[in-house]
Structure formats: structure tokens, C-alpha cells
């Protein structure tokens, strides 16, 4: 395999992820202080073993960011992920049937979009998040010319 | 034997189906209790009549004919939809006679094309009609002269009735089946009650397997694997050589005794649609529901031929990983197939041409690390098979995930 740099997600992917763990925590902690009023032990006991789980939540998700790379090579696109599990997938551009670029409503108010590649396999879970919108719109067109000019019937 | 033609006009009636017989039975009801009064019959009346000029008119507006190089076929009243289907580009063409059409003697071609083309349906045509309209579309979509008699078909294995039946009694639901009936005679019906619902799925799922293995055949033809079954509704389906995704081989526990196995293939039927991003139906499909080693060998050389036989086996320490899969697990790859055993309490084996391979991973989960073990999966388009060489040396599987992707790189290529 040639020694190529792995390209890493937007380092503002840290932010969205802080976001996605602490919001739903935040919002299920305040509910169970409501509780606490029916029964002050039950609802702060309730809202402190939230907040607990919603910082550890948080520490999973950013150990996972910076688990994520992807590698253009020549032929096929290489995508690791994962801290607990390790995955790396190899997807060669000739299978690719389409891409397509996502953001949801925090991704996109950071400015970041996650690039998603599409085979005729079910099993095919590749996907890049947290990509610049401008490097996601880069690699998106740069995929779609790659597949194109590789394609492979079934 | 040109210009536009009609479907058969039993057509709606058959193609309503169950619910023609739902229908007849609620009407019969109705109308044999006494306290029908006259209006009530009339409405009754009037709703046969209405749905009976609904079908009428769905099969007026269809025709089909074929036109050129192109079969094409006129559907719709207010929304007309014309469908043109270039027999170039046919990949088999299968026969599906359900129950009701049976009775009136008619058949339904299906026609699998390539590409994204979907299928293109016939239904119904009378018996006769369909086999020589097929024959008719097949030396067309080959090129040659229309009347080219089909080729002949040469047998491979047949399975008996009994061992179909036999097999059925030594599956899954069954064992379940057991299960609930001795719950009922200890437990007692309250409990059991309970588990009604589970039952009735039961008993339908054995009812569609038995209906869909009895009398299995698989015959070889120019085009691929012919396979043939049926008990209720037959159908005549072809497994179009080049388009065989994955096979795989299952001999479940209850079978080892006779030595029964069965084959599945995956085959690609349509690809991932762009407009609505649905996953399309890919069905795996029992070749061979239940048969003898020798059989499912028979029908392997066919399938995959030359295939290799799997016989690297992972480090002795991917027993702790995998204590039931261990002895099972073993793996072989060349230029054209991976081949990889595996399964529990099952003996699994999995084939998968490299060509077909989509995308390739290697999964190494909190175990495997400590175990420096790594498992490698080859995806393809059939959502259920799928290689997975398991428990691998982490260093080896690295090898291994190099030199595959550079094989099925050059295997697509040719």
C-alpha cells in the first residue's frame, strides 16, 4: 500500500459532537429536576446519574472523532473509523452507484456536511462526517468523476 | 403473430386473487342470512358489477406486442403509461402460475432485465401462449430467428416430495411447534394462549416453505440454472449465469444425520434506485431447498466452477474468541472466488466471485484486538450473503485485505 496522508474530519466535528451528547443530556437532567419536585431525592439522585451518563456519552463520542480518516487512492477510497471496534473499509470507486452529502441541523450550522458512499451491497457503511462543506462538495464531485470513469456493471 | 395483443381476460380476477375469495365468501354470507332485504342485495349486486367493470376496463386498456427489437406495453385509463423494454436486454425470463391461474389454465411471464430496467410483467397469458412466447422471447433477445425452438434443458437434480416433507418436520418452526405443544400439556392453555400468534406465523411460514420446495427441480440451460417448484403456486425461474452474487451452502443441525444441506443464491435483481432511495428487493433464493451433499456439489460446478476448497485455518487462539465457530472457520481465496466456512451449530460455507465483490472491510472488535485477531467481510449486492473471513491474524488479515482488493481490482477489469 502507498504511504499517503489519511485526511482526518474538520476538527469543529469535536464541537458537534459536544453538542449531540450535552443538548439530550442537558434537556433529560432538567427533566428530572422537574421531578424533584414531587421527590427532592429521587429527581437530583436522577438528574446526577444523567449528567454522569452524559458526560461519558461525550468522552466516547470525542475518542471517536479523531478515530475517523479516509485515504484517496487511486482505485478506491479507504475509510477507518472506530475506537472500540476498528474498522477500516476499502471501497473501489468502479462500485460506487452514488454519493451524497448530508447535514443535519447542528452538523450544518458548524459549516460541516458528512459525505456518504453508496454500492449495490447493503453492508456498505461508508461514510466520512464532519467534512468542510467545502471539502465534502470537493470530494463529492471528485467521487462522482472517479465512479464514473471506473464503473463496473454488477 | 405481430401487432398489439391482450392479456388473457380472466386476467383481473386472477390477478385480484385472495381477495376474489374473501370477497365470494363475505357476499355468500350476506346473502344467505335471512333478514337481506331487497336493497341490500342490490347494493351487493352493484358492487360486483362495479368491480367487475373496474377489471374489465383494466384489461382493456392494456396491450402488449412486440415491436422491433423492443417489447413494448400499454397500460392505464386516465394515466397512460407506455413501456418500452428492449429484449437485448433480457436476463431470464421466468414462468408464475399461482394457484387461481392454475385453474383457468394461465401463466405470467416475468421478464428480469438488465441494468435498471426492472422486470417487465405478463399476466396472464394462456399456458400454451406463455411457453411459446417465451421460447419466442428468448431467441429474440439472443438474436436469432424468432422461431428458434428453446434449447433443451438438461436435468441436474430433482427432489423428492417425501424428503421435502421430511425436512420441513426436522426444521426450525417445527422444533418451535413441539415446543408449544408441550408447554400446553405442562404449563397449561393460559400460558400457551399467549403464544398463539407466534403459532400461527409458524405454521404459515412452514405452509409457504413446503409450498415453495415441493417438487423442486433444477435443470441447466444455455442461460443459467432453470429451477422449478411448486405445490399451489408453480413457478419456472432462471438464474442467469454471470449474475450469481454469492452462494451459500446451510446444513442445519437437525439435517446432518440424512446429510442434507441447502443451497441459497443471491442474485442481483435491480439495483439501488436513485429516485427514492428505497433498497429493492433482492431475494435470496433456495436453489435447492434440501438435497444431498452430492446434489448441491452437482450444482456448485455449475454455479462456481473451480472454485477452491477452503483449508487455511485461524491461530488456535481464536478459540477463545470463537469457541462454537472455531473448528468450522476456514478460508481460501484465488483469482476469481473467497470461500469461507464457518457457523455454529450449522455448517455454513459462503462463495463470493470477486467480481461481484462491492466493497471489502475488516472489523476488529475489543476481543480480537487483545487477541490480535481481525475479520475480514467481503460485501455483495445481496443483503444476506456475504464472506466473512473470521478470526484472521491481525497482520495476515492486513495482507489478506491488500491482496483481495487488488484481486477483485483486476477481476473487474477482465
Not at chain 2, 407506455?82 to 399461482?98: E, G, K
Amino acid at each position: 500500500m502507498e504511504r499517503e496522508e489519511w485526511k482526518r474530519p474538520s476538527p469543529r466535528l469535536r464541537r458537534v459532537r459536544h453538542v449531540e451528547a450535552l443538548v439530550p443530556t442537558a434537556v433529560a437532567a432538567l427533566v428530572a429536576l422537574v421531578l424533584a419536585f414531587a421527590n427532592a431525592y429521587v429527581g437530583i439522585g436522577a438528574a446526577l446519574v444523567v449528567l454522569a451518563a452524559g458526560f461519558v456519552l461525550d468522552t466516547l463520542l470525542q475518542r471517536r472523532v479523531s478515530a475517523w480518516g479516509y485515504l484517496e487512492r487511486e482505485d478506491d477510497l479507504l475509510i477507518q473509523r472506530g475506537v472500540m471496534v476498528r474498522r477500516l473499509s476499502v471501497v473501489p470507486y468502479g462500485r460506487m452507484q452514488f454519493v451524497d452529502v448530508t447535514a443535519g441541523p447542528i452538523e450544518r450550522s458548524f459549516g460541516l456536511a458528512t459525505v456518504r458512499l453508496h454500492t449495490a451491497a447493503a453492508a456498505t457503511d461508508a461514510r466520512i462526517p464532519g467534512l468542510e462543506a467545502a471539502e465534502a462538495a470537493r470530494l463529492r464531485d471528485q467521487l462522482a468523476a472517479l465512479g464514473e470513469s471506473r464503473a463496473a456493471g454488477l | 403473430m405481430s401487432g398489439w395483443h391482450r392479456l388473457h381476460p380472466l386476467s383481473p380476477l386472477v390477478r385480484a386473487g385472495r381477495a376474489v375469495i374473501a370477497l365470494a365468501f363475505i357476499f355468500a354470507t350476506t346473502l344467505r342470512s335471512s333478514s337481506t332485504s331487497g336493497w341490500d342485495f342490490a347494493a351487493h349486486i352493484g358492487a360486483i358489477v362495479v368491480l367487475a367493470a373496474l377489471g374489465f376496463v383494466s384489461w382493456l386498456v392494456t396491450r402488449w406486442r412486440i415491436d422491433g427489437n423492443d417489447l413494448r406495453i400499454e397500460t392505464g385509463l386516465l394515466r397512460r403509461s407506455s413501456l418500452r423494454y428492449p429484449l437485448s436486454q433480457i436476463q431470464a425470463i421466468d414462468t408464475v402460475r399461482p394457484g387461481l391461474a392454475r385453474i383457468f389454465g394461465l401463466a405470467e411471464l416475468r421478464l428480469r432485465m438488465g441494468g435498471t430496467g426492472g422486470a417487465a410483467r405478463l399476466a396472464y397469458l394462456k399456458d400454451a401462449e406463455a411457453d411459446k412466447l417465451r421460447a419466442r422471447l428468448l431467441a429474440l433477445s439472443q438474436g436469432a430467428h424468432e422461431a428458434t425452438p428453446e434449447p433443451r434443458e438438461h436435468m441436474l437434480v430433482r427432489v423428492p416430495p417425501g424428503r421435502v416433507l421430511a425436512s420441513l418436520v426436522l426444521s426450525m418452526p417445527t422444533v418451535v411447534l413441539a415446543g408449544y405443544v408441550v408447554l400446553f400439556f405442562t404449563v397449561g392453555g393460559a400460558v400457551a394462549g399467549g403464544a398463539f400468534p407466534i403459532l400461527l406465523g409458524d405454521v404459515a411460514a412452514l405452509w409457504r416453505r413446503f409450498n415453495r420446495s415441493y417438487n423442486a427441480s433444477v435443470a441447466e440451460a444455455p442461460e443459467g440454472l432453470r429451477t422449478r417448484s411448486g405445490l399451489v403456486e408453480t413457478r419456472a425461474e432462471t438464474i442467469p449465469r454471470g449474475r450469481v452474487q454469492a452462494v451459500q451452502l446451510v446444513e442445519p443441525i437437525l439435517w446432518r444425520p440424512f446429510g442434507w444441506c441447502r443451497l441459497d443464491v443471491d442474485v442481483a435483481g435491480r439495483v439501488h434506485d436513485r429516485s427514492d432511495e428505497r433498497q429493492t428487493e433482492r431475494q435470496l433464493r433456495p436453489v435447492l431447498p434440501v438435497g444431498t451433499r452430492r446434489e448441491a456439489q452437482q450444482l456448485l460446478d455449475v454455479l462456481v466452477p473451480g472454485a477452491p476448497v477452503p483449508e487455511r485455518k485461524p491461530p488456535r487462539r481464536a478459540r477463545w474468541k470463537s469457541p462454537l465457530r472455531y473448528r468450522r472457520l476456514a478460508y481460501v481465496f484465488d483469482e476469481t472466488y473467497a470461500v469461507a466456512t464457518s457457523g455454529r451449530l450449522a455448517r455454513v460455507a459462503a462463495w463470493v466471485p470477486l467480481t461481484k465483490v462491492q466493497s471489502l472491510r475488516r472489523v476488529e472488535g475489543p476481543v480480537q484486538r487483545r487477541l490480535a485477531l481481525a475479520t475480514l467481510h467481503l460485501d455483495t449486492a445481496g443483503k444476506n450473503v456475504g464472506a466473512a473471513f473470521r478470526d484472521l491474524d491481525g497482520a495476515e488479515s492486513r495482507e489478506d485485505l491488500d491482496r483481495l482488493t487488488e484481486l477483485a481490482r483486476a477481476a473487474r477489469r477482465t
